[in-house]
């Protein structure tokens, strides 16, 4: 148990740490690289609670995709800072209200947790013991066969929104050479190279 | 004895000196693996490669280390000096935190997880940030640009990576590395009556995966044929121009670090990882570590004859194959297997 408290504090206090560093770092890249680490926390963080395989997800998509487009985007943008601070106090009224709603949800989750323990067992469904069942098989159980057709419904929304972003972005530029790779491929002495008389003095 | 020792110091100790262990003999391993990548690629070439520092150039490895520690590190003025030395830490820690669940022999592992392949499938998506760290720290257009490259380039093919790694687990119904393992213990050969052999092993049954595992893994460590990010007729250096001395040795280090742990990811999803090539007497015989050793010896040297003799690709082909190509035929292997295993039952 004591060492289990030693790495809940260390985790949970870096996480802090470098999610104030985000919105403190004057560079933008630096804020995204706090950010990487405030996911690198969270993930301990599930590990400690036995969620090994949302630890995992959350390293695969968050850290490995999500953080590198962040980091990316972040990158190529020349951001004008000067011009971003000057107007940053009259955002400050949305900014108090979205963190007293934020803090108000805690509040409630938290206090209704601590005053009736037992609440969140009535709604949920039971979980399984980690030595029986491992949270990867669990997880599909939840997933695949208790809610397999919302989870095929979510999938089919998140495909309508790719193919939606392809379109929006596409567009069939004119003039440009493409490499037709099959037909490279299919050429052939016959058919890519005419041999051709040609009477002295005269030219093709 | 006191029950603080037995339960907290002693159980820590074991881990550290089995961590150090490892450690010390996957950096030998190293060196001698890049001593074999220039041995090949000059045999290739009819040269002779590295023959000075001892016999047949052997400690070749450990002079160039001599070297780079004891140059001067330089880092330019204009670069942003905590990020720029960051990145090639990150690059070699995470290449070597890898290691920690890799099953070198039966129950030779450090870390015994459940969800195994899924740490090395999530760690090795992060080597991504040690090239995009040190391309933008050096605050110079060419590292930029390689750094950029290489970020498209990995992602693009851990997608395939990751399809590859869901057949072989569809087949083995676990996320464990030994589980995988030991579940090339039967397969096709012993269906149709063989002895236990390297028939069994998954690269026959799910070929086409390995060829494409095999691909995406040259692509994912930036070797040759796919080494864009450091394309030196393009870019000097990629990434790395900037770099000297002891921080270019660490990036150096992380790359063949990730490239022997693909070897070794092979390995074990597709050949089996330590079991013997066929089983008979004397092949059981030899300790389950040698056979690992050949085996991602193997591929590493595969990986080699590829950097010898493959021209690089041009970035819009590297992209073509990996979205057009790899994630289609992968996506459809995943579906193919699905229907197979529920079909015929036997997963």
């Known amino acids: 148990m004591g060492l289990q408290a030693i790495f809940f504090y260390l985790f949970a206090f870096v996480a802090v740490a470098s999610a104030f560093m985000v919105i403190s770092a004057r560079n933008p890249v630096h804020s995204v690289l706090f950010l990487i680490l405030v996911f690198f926390n969270a993930a301990g963080l599930f590990l400690l609670t036995g969620a090994e395989f949302l630890a995992m997800i959350l390293l695969v998509v968050y850290i490995g995709a999500v953080a590198v487009l962040f980091l990316f985007v972040v990158m190529m943008l020349d951001i004008d800072f000067a011009e971003l601070r000057s107007g940053v106090l009259q955002y400050a009224p949305i900014g108090i209200l979205i963190g007293l709603i934020v803090a108000a949800e805690l509040i409630v989750v938290i206090g209704g947790s601590v005053l009736t323990p037992d609440a969140a067992k009535a709604i949920t469904m039971p979980i399984p013991n980690p030595a029986e069942r491992t949270n990867t098989a669990a997880l599909g159980d939840v997933l695949y066969t208790n809610y397999v057709y919302f989870f095929q419904i979510a999938g089919l929304v998140l495909l309508v929104a790719m193919i939606g972003a392809i379109v929006l972005t596409l567009r069939h530029r004119t003039h440009i050479k493409r490499q037709n790779i099959s037909k490279q491929v299919g050429r052939t002495p016959a058919t890519g190279v005419e041999v051709v008389k040609v009477k002295s003095g005269q030219g093709v | 004895m006191d029950p603080f020792f037995s339960i907290y110091v002693w159980p820590a100790i074991v881990m550290i000196g089995q961590s150090l262990l490892l450690l010390v003999c996957l950096l030998v391993f190293i060196a001698f693996i890049l001593l074999a990548d220039r041995k090949i690629w000059a045999a290739v070439q009819l ?301």
């Not at chain 2, 905590?82 to 592992?109: H, N």
Request: with cysteine; charged share 10%.
């Open chain 2, 47 to 347: 040269r002779r490669g590295p023959n000075v520092v001892g016999p047949f150039g052997l400690f070749q490895s450990f002079a160039d280390l001599l070297k780079f520690v004891f140059k001067e590190p330089i880092i330019p003025a204009g670069a942003n000096k905590g990020v720029f030395l960051l990145a090639p830490l990150v690059a070699v820690t995470l290449a070597l935190a890898t290691w920690a669940v890799i099953p070198l022999a039966d129950g030779w592992v450090i870390a015994n997880i459940n969800v195994g392949i899924l740490y090395v499938f999530a760690i090795s998506s992060l080597e991504v940030y040690g090239i995009i760290m040190g391309g933008w720290a050096s605050n110079s257009k060419y590292p930029f640009l390689g750094a950029l490259r290489s970020a498209a380039q990995m992602v693009s093919y851990e997608v395939s990576i990751g399809f590859v790694i869901v057949t072989v687990l569809l087949c083995v119904g676990s996320l464990n590395l030994s589980d995988i393992v030991y579940a090339q213990k039967d397969g096709l050969g012993t269906m149709i009556g063989l002895p236990a052999s390297f028939l069994d092993w998954h690269w026959l049954a799910l070929f086409p995966m390995f060829i494409v595992f095999f691909i995406s893994a040259l692509a994912e460590t930036n070797r040759p044929p796919f080494d864009l990010p450091e394309a030196e007729s393009e870019l000097v250096a990629g990434f790395m121009v900037e770099y000297g001395s002891t921080p270019y040795m660490m990036f150096m280090l992380g790359e063949y670090a990730a490239i022997v742990l693909m070897c070794s990811l092979t390995t074990i999803l597709f050949l089996g990882g330590w079991l013997p090539p066929v089983d008979i007497a004397i092949f059981n015989w030899v300790p389950g570590i040698i056979w690992f050793v050949l085996k991602a010896t193997l591929v590493f040297f595969m990986f080699a004859m590829v950097k010898a003799f493959v021209p690089r690709y041009r970035y819009d082909q590297l992209m073509r194959l990996g979205w057009k190509v790899f994630l289609p035929l992968s996506l459809a292997m995943v579906v193919i297997t699905a229907f197979v295993l529920k079909l015929t039952g036997w997963a």
